[in-house]
């Protein structure tokens, strides 16, 4: 089982709020990356890193923003939480040195603004 | 764009039987076709990948196909059983090999 954890793992906020969602690592993987997923189930890219002081956007357009101060810490931000934020978040890494990008998926973090 | 479609998005079985999900990929340059298993309240978990080099791979009860010149795959599991039941990802590399395209999932029900 891969050591990626999500903390808080289900989390009920109202509008306006600041949120900070977290995901560590122990693995050492430099490649980390957020995820999306809505009710209909699908995955989608929102943030990704290559390593320490790198961060890219991913496909999907997100308000949330992300830092990577740490290899092992990849924390996800909303400034002001509205209730389109709504949805399930994954966190994932994995290992560049590898050559094909199998990631490794923490467990999620269910997130409800009311 | 880069694209992985999944079908069916849905699949109900007998205890037993076998199961089938396919996907194609749109990217050639695509090299690397994982399959994840999610279930309640977790997040997807690899149970099975397959290169571009090669055509089939086995791990017990799930197989997993590859046809390059098709640009498609499959996931085989034979024997389910109820703990097979669950939502089920394909992937593909995207043209930089820097990401995954997930696939909309496959909700798979196993009934005993």
Redesign the interface.
Known sequence: EADIY?TPRYLVIGTGKKITLECSQTMGHDKM?WYQQDP????H?IH?SYGVNSTEK?DLSSESTVSRIRTEHFPLTLESARPSHTSQY?C?SSNPGTA?????????TRLTVL | GENVEQHPSTLSVQEGDSAVIKCTYSDSASNYFPWYKQELGKGPQLIIDIRSNVGEKKDQRIAVTLNKTAKHFSLHITETQPEDSAVYFCAATNQAGTALIFGKGTTLSVSS
Do not use: D, I
């Open positions: 999500q990356y209909g189930m699908e995955l890219l990704y991913g994954l994932a094909y990008n199998e990631q490794f998926f923490g467990p999620g």
